[in-house]
Every structure is written in C-alpha cells, then in structure tokens.
C-alpha cells in the first residue's frame, strides 16, 4: 500500500473530502451517498446528499476516511450504533435468528474505483475499528460476502469481504445469504 494513505475522521471538516469521493464515483451505487443503511426500511429520503450531510454535522455520521498525500479521500468504512444505522443486508434472514445483540455495525466500506487492491478498505476497516475501541468497544458486527474461490462483483462487496473481516479478528456468526455472513468482533476500550 502506499505509504502516502492516512486515516481521518468523517466530520463537518472532512465533509467536502468525502463528497468529492462520492461525487466522482457517480454518487456511488448509483446514488446512494451511503446513507442507505441510515434509514428505517421504506424510506426513500429524496434529497440523499443533503440528508447525509445533515447526518455528518450533527454527528448521527461516522466512517474512518482514507485520505491521499494530496488529501483526497479515497475510500471510507462507515460504522455507527444500531440506532443509526438500523438497516441492514439480509434482514429477513437476520431477524429469522437474530445474533447477540452489537453496540457497533460497519456497514459500508468503499474504496474510489481507481485505487482499489491497494489496501485502502484494509485502512478503512481498521481505522473504523480504531474509532470505535475510542468509543469504548463492544461488540461490533458487519454481513460481509466471502470471495474465497469465487468471483464477486464489487457492488456486493460494499461491507468489505469475510476473508477481510477474519484478518482482522472477527468471527463468522452465521450465513444469511448464499455467500453472506454475519461477523463479529468484540473489541476492547481504546
């Protein structure tokens, strides 16, 4: 990885950092501006830019961005409690046999199309991770896709990868999808 990555916090200060990235990546899946798991299912907030925005500056927002040595950001790890983000992949699924109960989801890991394979959404995860130990741990969960002897299209790779995942200590809880999984980690106080 280049050593010219840093990780920063997403605020109101980093605001225009992370809607440059999002902006040049056609506002990523296809309009979505990350806020997707923000809401209740059947919302479909219009204005997605302006309500991600609001979300940042009151600090109802988190993610670890990765920014360049020019100070572009190039991926993030978005991460919050469950009161944030209450939506979730495989909810069906999920709530068939909910899992214990987390303080913490990392929901939306993307890296700027242009540097990915350059472990960016490794920074980004751990970043997230070093971000919520500050928080004071706890049970953090992400339903990640495993990519092990399969290619996986990147649209379905947006809460990063199982294989990632257990690199960086969590566990697989139990499969919600064909080739998607619940993973937990419990992460001390920072």
């Avoid at 059947?42 to 670890?64: I, L, M, P």
Wanted: glycine share 12%.
């Amino acid at each position: 990885m280049d050593d010219a990555y840093s990780l920063t916090t997403l605020d109101g200060s980093t605001w225009d950092q992370f809607a440059d990235l999002v902006e040049r990546n056609g506002g990523i899946f296809g309009g979505c501006w990350c806020l997707g798991f923000h809401l209740e299912p059947g919302d479909r907030t219009a204005d997605r830019k302006g309500a991600k925005e609001e979300r940042v500056r009151s600090g109802n927002a988190h993610a670890a961005l990765v920014v360049d040595g020019e100070g572009a950001a190039q991926g993030w790890a978005q991460w919050g409690s469950r009161a944030e983000l209450p939506g979730i992949k495989h909810l069906r699924a999920y709530c068939q046999e909910p899992p214990e109960t987390p303080d913490w989801r990392i929901t939306c890991v993307f890296v700027d199309k242009r540097h990915r394979g350059e472990g960016v959404a490794r920074l980004a995860i751990e970043g997230a991770l070093a971000q919520i130990a500050a928080q004071g741990g706890g049970r953090v969960e992400a339903i990640s896709e495993t990519t092990a002897d399969r290619v996986a299209h990147g649209r379905f790779l947006f809460s990063g990868t199982v294989e990632l995942l257990e690199s960086l200590g969590f566990d697989r809880v139990r499969q919600v999808g064909k080739h998607a999984w619940i993973m937990a980690r419990v992460l001390d106080p920072a």
